[in-house]
């Protein structure tokens, strides 16, 4: 997932969830819409409900490791990745057995 650009207004997360298309999975929840931008845009999000704040950004970064290793997906889309409580104890090759599922079943990615 080389051409992304962060989603980082709020809207734009209320957009996901409201009208976006959910995948989920015990590790990992997606959320995906499709934008006019015409790029790919991505998004992060973790709960209180993953732990402190050190588990927190370990499922953050965890998730954006997995993120880097997808392949280059169609443009047009907003991604919204959500930690479970799961996501802080597996590693990001397990993340990215997840994600590309649920991109591949989304039409996002060529399988």
């Known amino acids: 997932m080389t051409h992304t650009v962060t989603l ?3 809207c ?3 957009r996901a969830y409201g009208r976006g298309k959910v995948y989920t999975n015990p590790a990992l929840v997606t959320y995906i819409v499709r934008n006019r931008a015409g790029i790919c845009r991505m998004g992060i999000t973790t709960g ?3 732990g402190n704040a050190v ?3 370990r499922a953050r970064r965890v998730i954006r490791a997995a993120a880097e290793m997808l392949p280059v ?3 047009g889309y907003d991604i919204v990745f ?3 409580t799961k996501t802080v104890y597996r590693k ?3 993340i990215y057995a997840v ?3 649920q991109l591949a079943s989304a039409g996002v990615i060529d399988a």
């Open 12 to 14: 734009d997360f209320r």
């Open 82 to 84: 959500v930690a479970r």
């Open 99 to 101: 994600m590309k599922k």
């Open 73 to 75: 997906t169609k443009g």
């Open 8 to 10: 980082k207004n709020n």
């Open 48 to 50: 209180k409900k993953i």
């Open 55 to 57: 588990q927190r950004n």
């Open 92 to 94: 990001s090759t397990d």
